[in-house]
């Protein structure tokens, strides 16, 4: 049993870049163009799965509609709170303390902002999503609209890495990763496929 899951970074919002975390920014003109040329004229998938945060759930309920394809919403999948970097873009935080990001991406555990999730719970609750969406869909060539942060916590799974070393992976606006999941035995394999590439037949 072989399921086939991509996962898709939302575009740009309004506002441009920031540390966004829950805050609810739409999309930005430029943000829907990056996911529709993201995704192009693809159509394989059975169900798009979604944060819902907007930026996420617009565009598939958008590309659900276009395709005729189903979408469910997973509360899991929302991004990590930042707490008081919460709309701050990354020049504001590192103008009074410029290694401020350099030192949370080298160790977001003694770094954390003030008031932000605590990674721990963040990883437990997205990869609790994702097992009880590949419970709910084996088999299935799913689509999942979510976060960087959401992204970086699934391949530190697949990958077996250390949920704080998951800030090294770039994750690019609309970015597409695919995972594969073998089920056998009662056991699951899950393979990365690619990361930050296109969709591929």
Same mark, same amino acid.
């Given at each position: 049993?072989?399921?086939?899951?991509?996962?898709?970074?939302?575009?740009?919002?309004?506002?441009?870049?920031?540390?966004?975390?829950?805050?609810?920014?739409?999309?930005?003109?430029?943000?829907?163009?990056?996911?529709?040329?993201?995704?192009?004229?693809?159509?394989?998938?059975?169900?798009?799965?979604?944060?819902?945060?907007?930026?996420?759930?617009?565009?598939?309920?958008?590309?659900?509609?276009?395709?005729?394809?189903?979408?469910?919403?997973?509360?899991?999948?929302?991004?990590?709170?930042?707490?008081?970097?919460?709309?701050?873009?990354?020049?504001?935080?590192?103008?009074?303390?410029?290694?401020?990001?350099?030192?949370?991406?080298?160790?977001?555990?003694?770094?954390?902002?003030? @008031?932000?999730? =605590? +990674?721990?719970?963040? %990883? /437990?609750? &997205?990869?609790?999503?994702?097992? #009880?969406?590949?419970?709910?869909?084996? @088999?299935?060539? =799913? +689509?999942?609209?979510? %976060? /960087?942060? &959401?992204?970086?916590?699934?391949? #530190?799974?697949?990958?077996?890495?250390?949920?704080?070393?998951?800030?090294?992976?770039?994750?690019?606006?609309?970015?597409?990763?695919?995972?594969?999941?073998?089920?056998?035995?009662?056991?699951?394999?899950?393979?990365?496929?690619?990361?930050?590439?296109?969709?591929?037949?």
């Amino acid at each position: 049993m072989l399921t086939t899951i991509d996962l898709i970074r939302h575009g740009e919002p309004v506002g441009g870049r920031k540390y966004r975390g829950q805050t609810d920014d739409p999309l930005s003109e430029k943000g829907w163009a990056q996911m529709w040329n993201a995704v192009g004229d693809y159509a394989q998938w059975q169900r798009i799965v979604t944060s819902p945060l907007s930026r996420c759930l617009a565009f598939a309920d958008a590309l659900a509609e276009t395709r005729g394809i189903p979408v469910s919403v997973e509360a899991r999948f929302q991004e990590i709170t930042f707490g008081v970097w919460e709309g701050q873009t990354a020049a504001q935080l590192t103008a009074h303390h410029p290694d401020l990001l350099f030192d949370f991406k080298c160790d977001p555990l003694a770094h954390r902002p003030a @008031g932000a999730e =605590l +990674l721990t719970d963040f %990883h /437990a609750r &997205v990869t609790a999503g994702w097992q #009880a969406m590949l419970d709910a869909h084996s @088999g299935e060539h =799913l +689509l999942v609209v979510c %976060h /960087a942060g &959401v992204i970086r916590m699934l391949l #530190a799974s697949v990958l077996g890495m250390p949920a704080h070393n998951a800030y090294r992976i770039q994750v690019g606006s609309a970015a597409i990763s695919r995972i594969t999941v073998e089920a056998r035995h009662g056991q699951r394999l899950a393979t990365l496929m690619f990361h930050d590439g296109v969709l591929s037949e």
